[in-house]
Nanobody
Framework: QVRVVESGGGSVQPGGSLRLSCAAS????????IAWFRQAPGKEREGALC????????YYQDSLKGRFSLSRDNAKNTVHLQMNNLEPEDTAIYYC??????????????????????WGQGTQVTVSS
């Protein structure tokens, strides 16, 4: 069964840190991008926050650079998202999703949501004092 499972969410105070993990099973990550998305309360799901590409590159939304960082462990079939200096605005359900790379156009760092066909159930991140 092809699936990805998120873990590591929780509640932290502003300025705190969390490390989310996305564990893949049923397939190997070496040909897949893993992206993180989030959905804040009462809002629609945002576009890709960051992407760990199978070619070793990474993409981050400009607003997250310097606070969020990705690491990929292909041997453990897992991608980690380290989130530092968290803000209340980061409160959301965080989802990871997988997309095969390259796509039919030969692209990596796939930013379009429709390209991600395997989604996790999400993990809650709450930032509050």
């Amino acid at each position: 069964q092809v699936r990805v499972v998120e873990s590591g969410g929780g509640s932290v105070q502003p300025g705190g840190s969390l490390r989310l993990s996305c564990a893949a099973s049923g397939f190997t990550l070496d040909s897949f991008a893993i992206a993180w998305f989030r959905q804040a309360p009462g809002k629609e799901r945002e576009g890709a926050l960051c992407i760990s590409s199978s070619d070793g590159s990474a993409y981050y939304q400009d607003s997250l650079k310097g606070r969020f960082s990705l690491s990929r462990d292909n041997a453990k079939n897992t991608v980690h998202l380290q989130m530092n200096n968290l803000e209340p605005e980061d409160t959301a359900i965080y989802y990871c999703a997988a997309a095969r790379e390259p796509n039919s156009y030969g692209d990596y760092e796939l930013v379009l949501e429709y390209e991600y066909t395997c989604w996790g159930q999400g993990t809650q991140v709450t930032v509050s004092s």
